[in-house]
């Protein structure tokens, strides 16, 4: 059975100090000259020989002359051979332009640094296989070191492949075509490689063959890379190759393993180097390479494997995961009240996003079945942690003007986690403790008033605050010209039209609902009315792209994607925020944004909405009867 | 009064997605293209239209024809626009080449990534002021963003002045002579900028004169560079002039702040820009950098300040401070039991080391007058956490052996942290609970047995195992041809000759005080008796650099720096391990090492050690009587 050859792993290169920051130290490093290399004066003064002062006092001062017993000095400087002592400027009397006196006798070595007070010449500066930090720049000079020997940088060959990618560098001279998918997953491998001190060489594309797959694996096998990555196109067709060829040139040592996403990842061995088949959907490309490409890199490097710190939060919901695979579920956190909560983003192994808004990332095992609700689990964590601490979090409704939040409470450093489950999930978030406030524009239809009614019925225990956000037209969203001529809630049961629909428990469809109900509509006749979709952008991403004739949805939501629309009702979407957290220097940042001019200025330039009471407290209206 | 000015703040600028890893945004980014942007299968198998397939069952199969109402499709392949489902592979039963089955009706859109899945042109991909990770990259290419617009690098010229310095760049040519430094504060500063993202300039070394200092801020505000540093020489004579340099071009804010050290720290403007007027210590000019740079360089980039992780710990020791004043202590970290011990090091602004060994720095306020051994502080982490975990604290007598130590559990992945406070003092810290182990050499002089009779006199309440570390000779460590002729005890009083100590509670001094006091020596005749040291390299290094004419110590602190030696006793140095922590497997790799014959090769070349029982567990004799 062929094995890893230790021989091929990096080998060791001398570069100067100066340029050295964070390169890995090869071997231990000793230094050439001691820390201070000469006596050197502490402090601003004279330098005298300490026995010359023995017996002064105030009574008896000692008399010194500059340049026979007593030579000025700054700090830093020579201590001259014949003196042994500082005597500080400050205690020293001058009689005459060259004579003083000093009434206080002095220890020898007083205000001396002495020669390898740091340390001595032949002391170890530095231990091998550390990562060379900026100060251990400077103790590397100061041991007279210009020039230091570290382990040469892992090179790693990422190969793409899959007929399908076109290369980034295509971009910004086209749009890629229907069918066409950027090929970025070597480029985020690329950046885990230099962030860890590993150098990447990205080849050119590979179509999906199993002959032009083996050639290029078997060209980097025997190149100077140190690692080779595969990186199949999301086509499962190429991971099969891969493993094909790495079995025709090598050994595959493992095909699959038991993880979510990742699954697809073989680990093989040819010419004696490590070769790396990674699953080609983008997020299971960058968790499968740090589960096992980055490891290999620090071994190479002779660093300890470096694991993200973890932290226990509590899960904001329930998380299902399937026996027999460990699953990684990524999360966005915050701090509410006591406690860190997790919300989980999406699974979809082919959405990047959800690492790019991802604050952490919760494992859970094989042996596990899910995560309940409130449950307290570890957490990896993708971000600093005081950024947590700066996380406002939202749970509720979605709109469009969330992101203009989350963009203006950016430049005041502070981050907004806004998780979207409709206005009554965001109310019961608040009774479960999850986030610190609810979006909701839940409509009391007897009365007119918006959420207060909703707010007794389901969380009568929770003190709260109810500030409006906006006030937002909410109507049917249509491709552009109106092609089907949708004019109103009748139009949905039409043969020939399509609905795209928002989840239950979201204000919109209590919307829908509530005028399908006025109306006598029966739901059962209306086509796409169970395909669910969980914001207003997605609504309009459907209609957009030919999944549906008709979505209703927010005006704003049409507009972004130069869509038409066709208006029903105009609502007021608003703020639920429970007292307890009200004084939150967050909060009050955050409603400070609300309140401002650049906010509302910014709201109103997405269309479809109203921003004349935009912060303001809504109390209940009195109980009639 | 003049102030900064804001438009000399970096702007922005646009760089290739590909090149843009940890550059800051300048602004939203939002996608240029939905992702997918394209319906795509997300399973292998085959492009139908959901309505086909309506009423199929087990009895009531449906057949499809390839290519007429059937298409075959990879995962992330284009589904044509004639289907609006997939049909995975596993679930279609051939019945001819080109004809299949299906049993089961699928809901439309099923197995398909929809257009804007994950997010929809014109959605924000990334906020403002986000630092651009490796997902950061793909999700923007994926956006089809092939370039964004990021803030300029905030550049920074690092001025050393200093008539004493030389550059780093003469290293190499020839050691630097007496009474010359070598300046590397820019070296270590301009690394700190980079790890910020910033770009640093360090500028020739300016002599220590007014007109010269204040020519090279002037030429520097007057360039492009957005922040200016003054770094003084270690001579309180060029912060001086730096001072005045900055009030005469422009406004010094502040000159001097209650920290220690840092202190002569000048904050000022000249041009409308940030002049910094750095301390000349190297531990000073990092921590005053740290402290008013970084944040400036953070601002200019429109990040948040990253204030470093803290966690709780015990100090080891009682950490005396000044009212009145910020004190930074560097410590060493380690986890004993269940808490992490801080053992302070030395506090020299002088001293690099203190900040390469630190794992950590406490903060003593000003309001504060030092912490009590034990007590509990907050440590702001220099380090990962989990290499506190992964550091075995010993406290004790110091031995060179225990570099060799350090470096071999290295390469395994474990860190030593050892502070040298004398074998008794190590004793003392295993009743205080904050080491893992003591190193002693307590020579019962009664039985000849070491260290037994000190742990039953000392800590007779723990439990302890004592293993062999080496046996060593103790010896005079004098000059190169022992100049002086020292060959025993009675030398030490000599008129002619001075002395260099150990501290007490030093095994070394309870040695020398023993044959003092047998021999009937009196101390207070001995020239240099008060003059102590806490290691061996430190006597040797007194004796090397003239400070004294002799030192007691081992022989291989004498054979590191060439120097003679004169054989006193060879004895035995040990380590103490409390049984509670004998198991642990740090310990355990611990001992592995020790036992290891590459150990023993290594230390028996420094010399002057017997490794015969190197590893051996030592019992106690026997109690007679």
Redesign the interface.
Known sequence: MKRLNRSYFPGSERVP??RA?DRVTAA?VYA?????????A?M?GFAVKALDTFGAGPDRPIRFQVGANAWPV?????VPEAA?AVIMIEDVHFISEEIFEVERAV???QHV??????????????????RI???????L??G????VEVVEQPSVTLIPT?T?LVP?ES??RR??A??E??E??T??????V??VGGRAIRTEIVEDTFDSIRAAIKEAAQSDAHLVVVNA?????SEDYAAAAIRDLGEVLVHGVAMMPGKPTILGIVDEKPVIGNP?Y?VSA?LSFELFGLPTLELML?L?H??R?TIPVRSARKIPSKLGREEFFRVKLGRVGDRVVAAPLPR?A???????KADGIIRIGPLVEGVDMGAEVNVELLR????IE?TVVIIGSHDLTL?VL??EL??R?LFLSSSHVGSLGGLLALKNRTSHLATSHLLDVETGEYNWSYIRRYIPEIPVKVIRCVSREQGFIVPKGNPKGIKGFEDLIRDDVTFINRQSGAGTRVLLDYHLDRLGIDRSRIK?Y??EEYTH??V???V??G?ADVGMGVLAAAK??DLDFAPVATEEYELVIPEEFFADEKIQALLEVLRSDRFKRRVAELGGYGVENTGMEVTPRPMSR
């Open positions: 100090v100066i920051l231990p050439a000259i001691s820390s201070p290399h000469f006596h050197a502490a601003d700054n700090t830093g400087r020579l042994n220890v020898p070595w640094r002495r020669v390898g007070e740091d340390f001595v010449a032949s002391e170890m500066i530095l231990p091998a296989h550390r930090t900026a100060y251990d720049q400077g103790a000079l100061a007279g070191i210009s020039a899959g399908e980034v971009l910004g749009a890629p229907p069918g998918t950027i970025f997953n480029v985020m491998l690329a950046s885990l230099e962030r196109g999301s086509s499962a067709g080609g983008p960058v002779g300890p470096r694991s710190p979809g082919g959405s990047i996003t959800t690492l790019t600093d942690p005081l950024d700066r992101d989350a963009d950016g430049s450093g796409g169970e395909l952008t997605a309009a991403a459907g957009l792209s999944v972004a994607l």
